[in-house]
Structures are given as structure tokens and as C-alpha cells.
DNA sequence: CAAGTATAATGTACGGATCC
DNA sequence: GGATCCGTACATTATACTTG
């Protein structure tokens, strides 16, 4: 399917706002281009592409595709791009409080000009799911598997892009979830889908209701529980009041904060208030998402940057070829 | 035949969700 | 709060095969 140019539109952002970070960490090497430029989606189906480039300190440009032209309200695909590229959020407070951190002090420095990519509702709940009972490399892989095997691929100028499959894509191609090696996490997925394809989930809805209240709605989907709601309401909403707490978060935490495992994540919400769950995505970063064991002793030797090295980690998952 | 190498089989870590 | 479930990756061990 080929996309055609609807519109250009150029992003204000902050002097030290790095569009290159923010498309770097966690994607894939098919959105992310190097040096600043990549191509972000803000609809499924049909589709809607932004290729976006850095332009100078403060200006991002932006160019959107879509497969007709007709249907695209300008301002509100420029709403819905710097949302995801989150140039208006204000993260000083944030960065305050990591500057002191003794987890996140050193990101602080390095990362300061990265923003949390968003994306929407129903790509970050697949995200989430595929997070479950896994480790880094096996949920990546099954994102990379569910965009090639169920998704669909665009092309955009002289590129052919791979989008993930909307929630009836999914519906229509569930067959081929195993395949993708997603494992008992289908019925999940499949679930989720349905209740998107029965309107039964709205973003907007969520978007105006307290953290809380969000996740316990998110919450009745059998195979969601209170980690996978609160990374999607993180990673789509920019919700972060409540932290996705894994086995992994809470042993760092409890180590680094020298609190009980069970206070963890009080100790976590105390400590970064209503920033707590970027704070847990900013630590993954940090670590490398490596295991827990290594992760560990990466804390008490201080290695708290991200690997250089080309290993599977957020840093530099967009250098693997899945 | 003994030592080394390739392949197969087995074991275990991973970690959130759910049941009780 | 503890036990159980799940699928894959990686590590370890066992077996088969090759080489000198």
C-alpha cells in the first residue's frame, strides 16, 4: 500500500529536546533512521505515517501520510505527533529528582534531552503483554513477530514501512500468533482486540480519569493485571502516577532504596511521585534491561549508563535485525 | 582407540497473572 | 501470600560423530 504526502508541519521543542533520543530508545530499526529521523505512527486503519527529522535546537519538521488526504484534520495529527514525541512535556521536575537519585543520577546527566515515546492504547497493551513472564529479548521478539506476520507494510516515499496489525487485523489473523511465538499470551491479545473492535475501550475515556481508575478498568481484561495496565497507561497516556513494578523493579528498588521488597513500591511512589512510572522505564533504560542478577551487580559497581555495545538492550534494540 | 568436536537432550532462569 | 502456570532463551550435560 502506497501512502501519499498530506501535509508538512514543524514541532516546537525545547533547546536541549533530542528528537534522536527519543526515536532511538526501545524501537526498531524500521522507525528509527539515525541522526534524528524516523517514522512514527498515529493511525493503524487506515494508516497514518509521520516521518519526522530534527531540524535545528528547537524545530522538529514533520510530514504526514496517509492513503487519501480527505480525512486529515491538520491540527489534530499535529496534536496527536507531539504528544507522542512529548517536545511540550515538562520533565525538570523529573530530572531534579534524578540528579539525586542514586539508581538514576547518571541518566539524568546523559538522557536529559530524551522524552517517553508514546504510542497509542492499543499498541502499548500489546507491548505490555508481551512483557509478561518474559525477558527482554523474547518480548521484543514478539513484538517484532506480531508487526511481521500480522501487520501490514506501507510504503512512504522510497521506504516500505511494517505497521503492527489494528485490533481487527488481529482478530482476522490470530492464527498466526503462535507462530509468532507469542504462547498463551493470545487469548490475552486476542481479548484486548475485541474489546478495541467493540469500542469498548476508549482512550479518551481512560486519558480523563485518575491513574487508579484507569487501571482497574484496563484491569478487567483476563490476562491484564496491574503491571501490564500501568505500563500501557505509561507508554499511551502519559500516566505515570502508578509504576509498573516487575520482580525486577522491586529487587532494584528494594536494594538500591535499602527498603523491604514488600515497600518497594511505596517507596518508589514516595520518592518519585507522580513521575514513578518513568522513573521505571528511564531504570530499565539504564540497566540495559539485562537480568535481574546482572542488573544487580551493575548497580553496586555503578554502571548505571546504558551498554554501548551492540547487545539486545533498549539502548540499541533498533540495531538488531530480528 | 583416545581426544576433540558437533549435535541432541535436558535443565533452569525468567516473571506477571491467577487461583486459592 | 504462596503455589502454579506458561513459552522461550540460554546453559549445562549427554550422546554421537569425526579426526589423528
Redesign the pocket.
Known sequence: MKLTKCLETVLRAPKDYSLDLTLRIYNFHWYYLGNGRGYVFLELDPPIVAFVAQKGPATLSARIYSVTCRDIDANNVSQQLSFHLGPEEDLSEFLDLASRDPLLKLFAKKFRGWRLRTTSLWWALVIGICQ????F??GW?MLANIIKLLGKRVWVEDREVPLPPSPLELIEKHTLLKPA?V??RWRTLFEVATRFARRELKPSRLYSMDTAGAEKVLRNI????????RLALALSLRKYELPPI???AKKIFSYAYQVDE?EAERECIRRWGRWSALAVIALTIALDAE???RALERVKRGELLPNERNTLSPYNLWMWKF
Open positions: 509478561q513472564n518474559t525477558g529479548r523474547q521478539r511465538g504462547g498463551y483476563r490476562g491484564v493485571g496491574s503491571y501490564t495496565a516487575d520482580r525486577w514488600n537480568p535481574l542478577k
